[in-house]
Protein backbone atom coordinates (compact mmCIF):
# COMPACT_ATOMS: atom_id res chain seq x y z
CA UNK A 1 0.00 0.00 0.00
CA UNK A 2 1.96 3.46 -1.08
CA UNK A 3 1.82 5.84 1.85
CA UNK A 4 1.76 9.69 1.50
CA UNK A 5 4.75 11.11 4.27
CA UNK A 6 4.35 15.32 4.65
CA UNK A 7 8.12 16.68 3.77
CA UNK A 8 8.22 19.35 6.63
CA UNK A 9 10.03 22.00 3.99
CA UNK A 10 7.57 23.89 1.51
CA UNK A 11 4.59 21.73 2.73
CA UNK A 12 5.38 19.29 -0.14
CA UNK A 13 3.94 15.87 -0.04
CA UNK A 14 5.83 13.06 -1.56
CA UNK A 15 4.10 9.03 -1.97
CA UNK A 16 6.86 6.26 -1.57
CA UNK A 17 6.52 3.43 -3.29
CA UNK A 18 9.50 1.00 -3.48
CA UNK A 19 11.50 3.37 -5.20
CA UNK A 20 9.01 5.99 -6.49
CA UNK A 21 8.25 9.74 -5.18
CA UNK A 22 5.54 11.80 -5.77
CA UNK A 23 6.06 15.55 -5.63
CA UNK A 24 4.05 18.24 -6.07
CA UNK A 25 5.72 21.60 -7.07
CA UNK A 26 5.22 24.65 -8.49
CA UNK A 27 7.18 25.65 -11.57
CA UNK A 28 7.38 28.62 -13.05
CA UNK A 29 5.51 28.81 -17.00
CA UNK A 30 9.31 29.46 -18.47
CA UNK A 31 10.30 26.36 -17.01
CA UNK A 32 7.26 23.85 -17.41
CA UNK A 33 9.05 22.29 -20.38
CA UNK A 34 12.61 21.75 -18.99
CA UNK A 35 12.83 18.55 -17.82
CA UNK A 36 16.58 19.18 -16.63
CA UNK A 37 15.29 21.93 -14.50
CA UNK A 38 11.78 19.72 -12.84
CA UNK A 39 14.59 16.45 -11.98
CA UNK A 40 17.00 19.10 -9.90
CA UNK A 41 14.42 20.64 -8.13
CA UNK A 42 12.87 16.83 -6.96
CA UNK A 43 16.46 15.64 -6.08
CA UNK A 44 17.12 18.61 -3.64
CA UNK A 45 13.39 18.38 -2.05
CA UNK A 46 14.31 15.00 -2.00
CA UNK A 47 17.92 15.48 -1.07
CA UNK A 48 19.38 13.10 -2.71
CA UNK A 49 21.98 12.96 -6.08
CA UNK A 50 20.40 14.09 -9.00
CA UNK A 51 21.96 11.47 -10.98
CA UNK A 52 19.58 8.57 -8.94
CA UNK A 53 16.87 9.74 -10.15
CA UNK A 54 16.52 7.94 -13.58
CA UNK A 55 13.32 9.58 -14.86
CA UNK A 56 10.29 11.02 -14.18
CA UNK A 57 6.66 11.16 -15.26
CA UNK A 58 3.99 14.13 -14.77
CA UNK A 59 0.58 12.93 -13.51
CA UNK A 60 -1.19 15.97 -12.84
CA UNK A 61 -0.45 19.78 -14.43
CA UNK A 62 -2.60 22.94 -13.61
CA UNK A 63 -2.17 26.82 -13.51
CA UNK A 64 -2.46 28.88 -10.56
CA UNK A 65 -3.01 31.96 -10.94
CA UNK A 66 -4.26 33.12 -7.57
CA UNK A 67 -0.89 34.99 -6.57
CA UNK A 68 0.94 37.78 -8.73
CA UNK A 69 2.99 35.21 -10.27
CA UNK A 70 1.30 32.21 -12.20
CA UNK A 71 2.54 29.09 -11.55
CA UNK A 72 2.02 25.82 -13.24
CA UNK A 73 1.52 23.27 -10.44
CA UNK A 74 2.55 19.80 -11.46
CA UNK A 75 2.25 16.31 -9.35
CA UNK A 76 5.32 14.60 -10.65
CA UNK A 77 6.78 10.58 -9.82
CA UNK A 78 10.33 10.28 -9.55
CA UNK A 79 12.40 7.35 -10.43
CA UNK A 80 14.95 6.27 -7.94
CA UNK A 81 17.64 4.16 -8.38
CA UNK A 82 15.17 2.31 -11.00
CA UNK A 83 14.02 2.92 -14.54
CA UNK A 84 10.59 4.20 -14.96
CA UNK A 85 8.00 1.05 -16.57
CA UNK A 86 5.86 2.72 -19.93
CA UNK A 87 2.04 2.79 -19.29
CA UNK A 88 0.89 0.66 -22.74
CA UNK A 89 -2.79 0.61 -23.75
CA UNK A 90 -3.14 -2.83 -26.25
CA UNK A 91 -5.92 -2.16 -28.70
CA UNK A 92 -5.61 -5.55 -28.81
CA UNK A 93 -9.38 -6.54 -29.85
CA UNK A 94 -10.69 -9.85 -31.50
CA UNK A 95 -12.80 -9.24 -35.03
CA UNK A 96 -16.21 -9.61 -34.17
CA UNK A 97 -17.73 -10.00 -37.91
CA UNK A 98 -19.43 -13.29 -37.01
CA UNK A 99 -20.55 -12.51 -33.22
CA UNK A 100 -24.03 -11.26 -32.30
CA UNK A 101 -25.00 -7.81 -33.41
CA UNK A 102 -25.96 -4.09 -31.10
CA UNK A 103 -27.34 -1.39 -33.14
CA UNK A 104 -25.94 1.99 -32.14
CA UNK A 105 -28.16 5.36 -33.37
CA UNK A 106 -25.41 7.95 -33.35
CA UNK A 107 -21.61 8.22 -34.20
CA UNK A 108 -21.07 10.77 -31.60
CA UNK A 109 -18.85 10.58 -28.51
CA UNK A 110 -21.52 8.07 -27.27
CA UNK A 111 -21.49 5.87 -29.40
CA UNK A 112 -18.55 5.75 -30.87
CA UNK A 113 -17.38 4.63 -27.50
CA UNK A 114 -20.31 2.49 -26.92
CA UNK A 115 -18.46 0.54 -30.26
CA UNK A 116 -15.28 0.50 -29.18
CA UNK A 117 -16.33 -1.60 -25.62
CA UNK A 118 -18.66 -3.64 -27.71
CA UNK A 119 -15.10 -5.44 -29.64
CA UNK A 120 -14.28 -6.00 -25.91
CA UNK A 121 -17.23 -7.54 -25.45
CA UNK A 122 -17.16 -9.96 -28.44
CA UNK A 123 -20.12 -7.89 -29.48
CA UNK A 124 -20.49 -7.08 -33.49
CA UNK A 125 -21.02 -3.32 -33.36
CA UNK A 126 -23.22 -1.43 -35.85
CA UNK A 127 -23.43 2.01 -36.04
CA UNK A 128 -26.20 4.45 -38.02
CA UNK A 129 -25.58 7.82 -38.21
CA UNK A 130 -27.64 10.17 -40.24
CA UNK A 131 -24.63 12.33 -41.31
CA UNK A 132 -21.32 12.25 -43.41
CA UNK A 133 -17.77 10.94 -43.00
CA UNK A 134 -15.90 13.41 -40.61
CA UNK A 135 -14.26 14.54 -43.73
CA UNK A 136 -17.09 15.63 -45.60
CA UNK A 137 -19.02 17.28 -42.89
CA UNK A 138 -16.15 20.29 -43.59
CA UNK A 139 -18.02 21.28 -46.95
CA UNK A 140 -21.75 21.71 -45.22
CA UNK A 141 -20.01 23.89 -42.86
CA UNK A 142 -18.27 26.11 -44.93
CA UNK A 143 -21.72 26.37 -46.53
CA UNK A 144 -23.30 26.99 -43.36
CA UNK A 145 -20.84 29.65 -42.21
CA UNK A 146 -20.34 31.27 -45.78
CA UNK A 147 -23.86 31.19 -46.85
CA UNK A 148 -26.30 30.82 -43.80
CA UNK A 149 -27.74 27.26 -45.41
CA UNK A 150 -28.03 24.70 -43.12
CA UNK A 151 -28.01 20.96 -44.00
CA UNK A 152 -30.52 19.30 -41.63
CA UNK A 153 -28.47 16.36 -41.61
CA UNK A 154 -24.92 17.11 -41.79
CA UNK A 155 -23.74 20.46 -39.16
CA UNK A 156 -22.16 21.27 -36.40
CA UNK A 157 -24.80 18.65 -34.55
CA UNK A 158 -24.94 15.59 -36.65
CA UNK A 159 -22.64 13.70 -38.91
CA UNK A 160 -19.27 11.18 -37.51
CA UNK A 161 -17.80 12.09 -34.24
CA UNK A 162 -20.69 14.19 -33.03
CA UNK A 163 -21.41 17.92 -31.87
CA UNK A 164 -17.76 17.62 -29.84
CA UNK A 165 -15.87 17.14 -33.34
CA UNK A 166 -16.07 20.73 -34.67
CA UNK A 167 -16.98 22.51 -31.83
CA UNK A 168 -13.72 21.91 -29.44
CA UNK A 169 -13.14 18.90 -27.89
CA UNK A 170 -12.87 19.83 -24.32
CA UNK A 171 -12.52 16.70 -21.91
CA UNK A 172 -12.66 18.06 -18.51
CA UNK A 173 -15.40 16.60 -16.77
CA UNK A 174 -16.47 16.15 -13.31
CA UNK A 175 -18.12 12.45 -14.14
CA UNK A 176 -15.07 10.23 -12.41
CA UNK A 177 -17.91 8.32 -10.09
CA UNK A 178 -19.59 7.18 -13.68
CA UNK A 179 -16.97 5.35 -14.60
CA UNK A 180 -13.42 5.19 -15.92
CA UNK A 181 -12.11 9.23 -17.29
CA UNK A 182 -8.57 7.97 -17.56
CA UNK A 183 -9.77 4.89 -19.86
CA UNK A 184 -11.12 7.66 -21.86
CA UNK A 185 -8.57 9.70 -22.22
CA UNK A 186 -5.98 6.71 -22.57
CA UNK A 187 -8.14 5.65 -25.80
CA UNK A 188 -8.19 9.25 -27.37
CA UNK A 189 -4.14 9.11 -27.13
CA UNK A 190 -4.08 5.64 -28.71
CA UNK A 191 -6.02 6.96 -31.18
CA UNK A 192 -3.85 9.84 -31.57
CA UNK A 193 -4.43 12.64 -29.28
CA UNK A 194 -1.58 13.85 -27.64
CA UNK A 195 -0.88 12.72 -24.19
CA UNK A 196 -0.91 16.11 -22.62
CA UNK A 197 -4.53 15.21 -22.01
CA UNK A 198 -4.09 12.51 -19.89
CA UNK A 199 -2.26 15.77 -17.29
CA UNK A 200 -3.93 18.66 -17.74
CA UNK A 201 -6.49 19.50 -14.95
CA UNK A 202 -8.55 21.28 -18.46
CA UNK A 203 -7.98 18.92 -21.02
CA UNK A 204 -7.86 19.65 -24.44
CA UNK A 205 -7.78 18.21 -27.79
CA UNK A 206 -8.81 20.93 -30.97
CA UNK A 207 -11.20 20.94 -33.32
CA UNK A 208 -8.34 20.71 -36.05
CA UNK A 209 -7.06 17.91 -34.49
CA UNK A 210 -10.30 15.76 -33.87
CA UNK A 211 -11.19 14.81 -37.17
CA UNK A 212 -8.05 12.74 -37.69
CA UNK A 213 -8.81 10.74 -33.98
CA UNK A 214 -12.37 9.88 -35.22
CA UNK A 215 -10.81 8.40 -38.29
CA UNK A 216 -8.83 6.07 -36.19
CA UNK A 217 -11.65 5.32 -34.38
CA UNK A 218 -13.54 4.62 -37.29
CA UNK A 219 -10.52 2.59 -38.51
CA UNK A 220 -10.45 0.76 -35.22
CA UNK A 221 -14.12 -0.42 -35.45
CA UNK A 222 -14.43 -1.23 -39.14
CA UNK A 223 -11.06 -3.55 -39.44
CA UNK A 224 -12.21 -5.50 -36.24
CA UNK A 225 -15.70 -6.72 -37.98
CA UNK A 226 -18.21 -3.39 -36.95
CA UNK A 227 -19.90 -1.94 -39.53
CA UNK A 228 -21.20 1.77 -39.75
CA UNK A 229 -24.12 3.38 -42.23
CA UNK A 230 -23.77 6.94 -43.10
CA UNK A 231 -25.92 8.79 -44.49
CA UNK A 232 -28.58 6.58 -42.93
CA UNK A 233 -31.37 8.67 -40.70
CA UNK A 234 -33.38 6.07 -38.15
CA UNK A 235 -37.08 6.88 -38.74
CA UNK A 236 -38.21 3.94 -36.42
CA UNK A 237 -37.55 1.35 -33.79
CA UNK A 238 -39.08 -1.60 -33.86
CA UNK A 239 -40.19 -3.64 -31.45
CA UNK A 240 -42.45 -7.14 -30.75
CA UNK A 241 -43.88 -7.75 -27.17
CA UNK A 242 -42.04 -5.43 -25.34
CA UNK A 243 -38.43 -6.20 -26.84
CA UNK A 244 -36.32 -4.44 -29.24
CA UNK A 245 -36.02 -5.81 -32.83
CA UNK A 246 -34.33 -3.75 -34.31
CA UNK A 247 -34.38 -0.29 -36.32
CA UNK A 248 -35.87 1.01 -39.73
CA UNK A 249 -34.43 3.81 -41.85
CA UNK A 250 -35.35 6.32 -44.17
CA UNK A 251 -34.68 4.01 -47.30
CA UNK A 252 -36.87 2.19 -46.07
CA UNK A 253 -34.15 -0.84 -45.04
CA UNK A 254 -34.70 -2.54 -41.87
CA UNK A 255 -31.72 -3.92 -39.52
CA UNK A 256 -32.22 -6.25 -37.04
CA UNK A 257 -30.93 -6.62 -33.71
CA UNK A 258 -31.78 -8.03 -29.87
CA UNK A 259 -29.86 -4.97 -28.05
CA UNK A 260 -30.20 -0.80 -29.50
CA UNK A 261 -28.32 1.65 -27.78
CA UNK A 262 -29.43 5.15 -28.74
CA UNK A 263 -26.86 7.72 -28.64
CA UNK A 264 -27.94 10.30 -30.83
CA UNK A 265 -26.84 13.70 -29.20
CA UNK A 266 -28.80 16.84 -27.44
CA UNK A 267 -30.39 18.04 -31.13
CA UNK A 268 -32.20 14.95 -32.35
CA UNK A 269 -35.66 15.90 -32.15
CA UNK A 270 -36.95 13.26 -34.37
CA UNK A 271 -35.97 10.70 -32.30
CA UNK A 272 -38.26 12.25 -29.56
CA UNK A 273 -41.10 12.14 -31.97
CA UNK A 274 -40.56 8.42 -32.55
CA UNK A 275 -41.52 8.00 -29.28
CA UNK A 276 -44.46 10.06 -28.59
CA UNK A 277 -45.59 8.62 -31.82
CA UNK A 278 -45.54 5.16 -30.10
CA UNK A 279 -46.48 6.44 -26.40
CA UNK A 280 -43.43 5.44 -25.29
CA UNK A 281 -41.90 6.77 -21.91
CA UNK A 282 -40.11 10.41 -22.36
CA UNK A 283 -39.96 13.33 -20.07
CA UNK A 284 -39.17 17.32 -19.60
CA UNK A 285 -35.66 18.17 -18.44
CA UNK A 286 -34.67 21.32 -17.16
CA UNK A 287 -31.99 22.65 -19.25
CA UNK A 288 -30.33 26.11 -19.67
CA UNK A 289 -30.71 29.16 -21.69
CA UNK A 290 -28.61 32.28 -22.60
CA UNK A 291 -26.49 33.78 -24.92
CA UNK A 292 -22.53 33.21 -26.03
CA UNK A 293 -20.37 35.86 -24.78
CA UNK A 294 -17.30 36.90 -26.66
CA UNK A 295 -14.35 38.96 -25.28
CA UNK A 296 -10.80 40.06 -26.37
CA UNK A 297 -8.54 37.31 -25.07
CA UNK A 298 -6.41 39.84 -23.72
CA UNK A 299 -9.03 41.31 -21.53
CA UNK A 300 -9.42 37.98 -19.82
CA UNK A 301 -5.93 37.18 -20.21
CA UNK A 302 -4.91 40.61 -18.06
CA UNK A 303 -7.76 39.74 -15.74
CA UNK A 304 -6.78 35.88 -14.97
CA UNK A 305 -2.90 36.58 -15.08
CA UNK A 306 -2.56 39.74 -13.44
CA UNK A 307 -0.03 41.33 -16.31
CA UNK A 308 -0.32 43.96 -18.93
CA UNK A 309 1.17 40.92 -21.58
CA UNK A 310 0.46 37.13 -21.31
CA UNK A 311 3.68 35.23 -21.07
CA UNK A 312 4.56 33.45 -24.33
CA UNK A 313 4.90 30.32 -21.85
CA UNK A 314 1.14 30.48 -20.63
CA UNK A 315 -1.81 29.16 -22.57
CA UNK A 316 -4.66 31.53 -23.32
CA UNK A 317 -6.47 32.15 -19.79
CA UNK A 318 -9.82 30.46 -19.14
CA UNK A 319 -12.62 31.19 -16.71
CA UNK A 320 -15.33 30.12 -14.66
CA UNK A 321 -18.56 31.80 -13.39
CA UNK A 322 -21.20 31.37 -11.19
CA UNK A 323 -23.75 33.85 -9.37
CA UNK A 324 -27.31 33.17 -7.92
CA UNK A 325 -29.73 36.01 -8.85
CA UNK A 326 -33.40 36.17 -7.29
CA UNK A 327 -32.70 32.60 -6.58
CA UNK A 328 -31.82 31.43 -10.33
CA UNK A 329 -28.39 29.79 -10.81
CA UNK A 330 -26.36 32.04 -14.07
CA UNK A 331 -23.27 30.50 -15.06
CA UNK A 332 -20.54 30.66 -17.78
CA UNK A 333 -20.47 27.26 -19.53
CA UNK A 334 -18.09 25.72 -22.57
CA UNK A 335 -15.69 27.87 -22.16
CA UNK A 336 -13.29 28.62 -25.21
CA UNK A 337 -9.98 30.43 -24.71
CA UNK A 338 -8.52 31.90 -28.40
CA UNK A 339 -12.02 30.40 -29.79
CA UNK A 340 -14.44 31.13 -32.41
CA UNK A 341 -18.64 31.37 -32.41
CA UNK A 342 -20.41 29.14 -33.96
CA UNK A 343 -23.48 28.14 -36.03
CA UNK A 344 -25.08 25.60 -34.79
CA UNK A 345 -28.56 25.07 -36.08
CA UNK A 346 -29.87 21.71 -37.57
CA UNK A 347 -32.87 23.04 -39.29
CA UNK A 348 -33.55 25.73 -41.44
CA UNK A 349 -35.29 29.14 -40.10
CA UNK A 350 -33.49 28.57 -36.25
CA UNK A 351 -30.24 30.20 -34.35
CA UNK A 352 -28.29 28.62 -31.76
CA UNK A 353 -24.52 29.38 -31.37
CA UNK A 354 -22.14 27.86 -29.50
CA UNK A 355 -17.76 27.92 -29.44
CA UNK A 356 -14.65 26.20 -30.18
CA UNK A 357 -11.30 26.30 -30.05
CA UNK A 358 -8.26 24.90 -32.08
CA UNK A 359 -5.06 23.27 -30.36
CA UNK A 360 -3.43 26.40 -30.18
CA UNK A 361 -6.06 28.49 -29.17
CA UNK A 362 -4.86 31.18 -30.87
CA UNK A 363 -7.53 33.74 -32.15
CA UNK A 364 -8.02 36.90 -30.62
CA UNK A 365 -11.10 36.24 -29.11
CA UNK A 366 -12.27 34.76 -25.68
CA UNK A 367 -15.85 33.16 -25.61
CA UNK A 368 -17.79 31.04 -23.53
CA UNK A 369 -21.71 30.74 -23.30
CA UNK A 370 -23.28 32.39 -20.32
CA UNK A 371 -26.82 30.44 -19.18
CA UNK A 372 -29.85 30.52 -17.13
CA UNK A 373 -31.72 27.50 -15.69
CA UNK A 374 -34.24 26.87 -16.85
CA UNK A 375 -36.80 24.96 -14.81
CA UNK A 376 -40.45 22.86 -15.21
CA UNK A 377 -42.12 25.33 -13.54
CA UNK A 378 -41.03 28.09 -16.07
CA UNK A 379 -42.65 27.06 -18.94
CA UNK A 380 -46.67 26.01 -18.98
CA UNK A 381 -47.89 22.73 -18.91
CA UNK A 382 -44.32 21.10 -18.81
CA UNK A 383 -45.78 18.66 -16.10
CA UNK A 384 -48.19 17.13 -18.32
CA UNK A 385 -46.31 18.13 -21.72
CA UNK A 386 -42.92 16.14 -22.22
CA UNK A 387 -42.57 18.68 -25.04
CA UNK A 388 -42.97 21.63 -23.66
CA UNK A 389 -39.58 22.26 -22.68
CA UNK A 390 -38.68 21.26 -26.22
CA UNK A 391 -41.45 23.44 -28.01
CA UNK A 392 -39.75 26.67 -25.75
CA UNK A 393 -36.22 26.64 -26.70
CA UNK A 394 -36.98 25.47 -30.10
CA UNK A 395 -39.90 29.06 -29.81
CA UNK A 396 -36.59 30.95 -28.69
CA UNK A 397 -34.53 29.86 -31.50
CA UNK A 398 -36.81 31.18 -34.18
CA UNK A 399 -37.42 34.25 -32.64
CA UNK A 400 -33.39 34.94 -33.27
CA UNK A 401 -33.66 33.54 -36.39
CA UNK A 402 -36.38 36.39 -37.00
CA UNK A 403 -34.60 39.18 -35.27
CA UNK A 404 -30.76 38.52 -36.67
CA UNK A 405 -32.69 38.89 -40.23
CA UNK A 406 -32.12 35.47 -41.82
CA UNK A 407 -29.38 33.48 -42.63
CA UNK A 408 -28.00 32.97 -39.97
CA UNK A 409 -26.83 35.99 -38.42
CA UNK A 410 -27.52 36.30 -34.86
CA UNK A 411 -28.95 39.28 -32.70
CA UNK A 412 -26.16 40.77 -30.86
CA UNK A 413 -25.83 43.60 -28.53
CA UNK A 414 -22.86 45.38 -26.33
CA UNK A 415 -22.56 44.21 -23.15
CA UNK A 416 -22.88 47.72 -20.98
CA UNK A 417 -25.39 48.23 -23.60
CA UNK A 418 -27.58 45.00 -22.77
CA UNK A 419 -27.47 45.53 -19.19
CA UNK A 420 -28.69 48.93 -19.67
CA UNK A 421 -31.44 48.30 -22.35
CA UNK A 422 -29.77 50.54 -25.16
CA UNK A 423 -29.16 48.76 -28.55
CA UNK A 424 -26.19 48.92 -29.95
CA UNK A 425 -25.13 51.53 -32.24
CA UNK A 426 -22.15 49.31 -33.39
CA UNK A 427 -20.93 46.13 -32.97
CA UNK A 428 -17.17 45.09 -32.09
CA UNK A 429 -15.21 42.97 -34.55
CA UNK A 430 -16.12 39.83 -33.64
CA UNK A 431 -15.59 36.07 -34.68
CA UNK A 432 -18.85 34.64 -35.51
CA UNK A 433 -18.53 33.89 -39.59
CA UNK A 434 -22.13 34.03 -40.45
CA UNK A 435 -22.49 38.03 -39.54
CA UNK A 436 -24.30 39.63 -36.45
CA UNK A 437 -27.12 42.16 -36.50
CA UNK A 438 -27.31 45.04 -33.83
CA UNK A 439 -30.77 44.23 -31.61
CA UNK A 440 -32.41 44.07 -28.44
CA UNK A 441 -32.16 41.07 -27.10
CA UNK A 442 -34.76 41.53 -25.06
CA UNK A 443 -36.80 40.80 -28.22
CA UNK A 444 -34.95 37.03 -28.54
CA UNK A 445 -34.74 36.09 -24.68
CA UNK A 446 -37.03 35.16 -22.22
CA UNK A 447 -38.25 37.80 -19.83
CA UNK A 448 -36.73 35.79 -16.78
CA UNK A 449 -33.47 34.31 -18.82
CA UNK A 450 -32.85 38.07 -20.02
CA UNK A 451 -33.55 39.92 -16.45
CA UNK A 452 -31.17 37.05 -14.79
CA UNK A 453 -28.47 37.78 -16.78
CA UNK A 454 -28.76 41.95 -16.51
CA UNK A 455 -28.27 41.38 -12.92
CA UNK A 456 -25.37 38.98 -13.47
CA UNK A 457 -23.31 40.28 -15.78
CA UNK A 458 -22.09 43.49 -13.55
CA UNK A 459 -21.73 40.76 -10.76
CA UNK A 460 -19.32 38.93 -12.81
CA UNK A 461 -17.89 42.21 -13.33
CA UNK A 462 -16.99 42.61 -9.80
CA UNK A 463 -15.45 39.10 -9.44
CA UNK A 464 -13.23 39.26 -12.53
CA UNK A 465 -11.55 42.52 -13.25
CA UNK A 466 -12.27 43.74 -17.02
CA UNK A 467 -14.81 41.62 -18.08
CA UNK A 468 -17.93 44.08 -17.86
CA UNK A 469 -17.27 46.13 -20.33
CA UNK A 470 -18.55 47.64 -23.86
CA UNK A 471 -15.55 45.72 -25.83
CA UNK A 472 -17.45 42.33 -25.28
CA UNK A 473 -20.40 41.46 -27.32
CA UNK A 474 -23.29 39.16 -26.40
CA UNK A 475 -24.50 36.66 -29.22
CA UNK A 476 -28.11 34.94 -29.16
CA UNK A 477 -28.54 32.57 -28.68
CA UNK A 478 -27.02 29.40 -26.50
CA UNK A 479 -29.81 26.82 -26.43
CA UNK A 480 -28.36 23.39 -26.61
CA UNK A 481 -26.80 23.43 -23.69
CA UNK A 482 -28.37 20.17 -23.01
CA UNK A 483 -31.48 18.24 -24.08
CA UNK A 484 -35.01 19.39 -22.50
CA UNK A 485 -36.05 15.84 -22.63
CA UNK A 486 -35.00 12.86 -20.89
CA UNK A 487 -35.64 9.19 -22.20
CA UNK A 488 -36.18 7.48 -19.13
CA UNK A 489 -34.16 3.81 -18.43
CA UNK A 490 -33.93 1.70 -15.28
CA UNK A 491 -30.94 2.43 -12.77
CA UNK A 492 -29.64 -0.88 -12.90
CA UNK A 493 -30.32 -2.71 -16.41
CA UNK A 494 -29.91 1.05 -18.36
CA UNK A 495 -33.04 -0.22 -20.53
CA UNK A 496 -36.06 1.65 -21.29
CA UNK A 497 -38.84 0.66 -18.70
CA UNK A 498 -40.79 -0.02 -21.45
CA UNK A 499 -38.54 -1.53 -24.11
CA UNK A 500 -36.33 -4.18 -23.35
CA UNK A 501 -32.94 -4.34 -25.28
CA UNK A 502 -33.05 -0.43 -25.73
CA UNK A 503 -30.73 1.21 -24.04
CA UNK A 504 -31.30 4.96 -23.94
CA UNK A 505 -27.64 6.89 -23.80
CA UNK A 506 -25.54 10.08 -24.03
CA UNK A 507 -26.32 13.39 -24.12
CA UNK A 508 -30.08 13.32 -26.23
CA UNK A 509 -31.11 10.72 -23.71
CA UNK A 510 -30.32 13.58 -21.05
CA UNK A 511 -27.02 11.29 -19.10
CA UNK A 512 -24.32 13.66 -20.23
CA UNK A 513 -22.99 17.07 -20.54
CA UNK A 514 -20.05 16.36 -22.67
CA UNK A 515 -17.54 14.43 -24.56
CA UNK A 516 -16.09 12.84 -21.90
CA UNK A 517 -19.23 11.94 -19.68
CA UNK A 518 -20.98 10.79 -23.04
CA UNK A 519 -17.95 8.29 -23.84
CA UNK A 520 -18.73 6.74 -20.66
CA UNK A 521 -22.03 6.67 -20.76
CA UNK A 522 -21.92 5.00 -23.92
CA UNK A 523 -18.89 2.56 -22.75
CA UNK A 524 -21.96 1.83 -19.24
CA UNK A 525 -24.56 1.20 -21.92
CA UNK A 526 -22.64 -1.46 -24.02
CA UNK A 527 -21.54 -2.81 -20.55
CA UNK A 528 -25.31 -3.24 -19.51
CA UNK A 529 -26.29 -5.71 -22.85
CA UNK A 530 -26.31 -9.54 -21.88
CA UNK A 531 -25.69 -12.57 -24.00
Not at 95 to 100: E, F, L, M, Q
Not at 187 to 200: K, P, Q
Not at 308 to 328: K, T
Amino acid sequence: MAKFIPLLHFGIKTRHHFMQHELELAILPERIADQTHILQKGAALLKIAPARIKGLKIRKRSIDARGKQAVFRVRVIFYIDEQPIPEILPLEYANVADDPPAIIVGAGPAGLFAALRCLEKKIRPIIIERGKRVQERRRDLAVLNRQGIVNPDSNYCFGEGGAGTYSDGKLYTRSNKRGDVQRVLQLLVAHGATDDILVDARPHIGTNKLPHIIQAIRHTILNHGGEIHFDSRVVDIVEQFGHVKGVKLASGEHINAEHVILATGHSARDIFEIFHRRRWLVEPKPFALGVRIEHPQQIIDQAQYHCNVRSEHLPPAYYSLVEQVDGRGVFSFCMCPGGIIAPCATDKGEIVVNGWSPSKRNNPYANSGTVVQVNLEDVPHAVRYPFALLDFQHEVEERAYVVGGGKLVAPAQRMVDFVEGRLSNTLPVNSYKPGTHSALLSEVLPPFVHDALRKALPLFGKKMKGYYTNEAILVGVESRTSSPVRIPRDKMTLQHPQIKGLYPCGEGAGYAGGIVSAAIDGMNCADAIKD
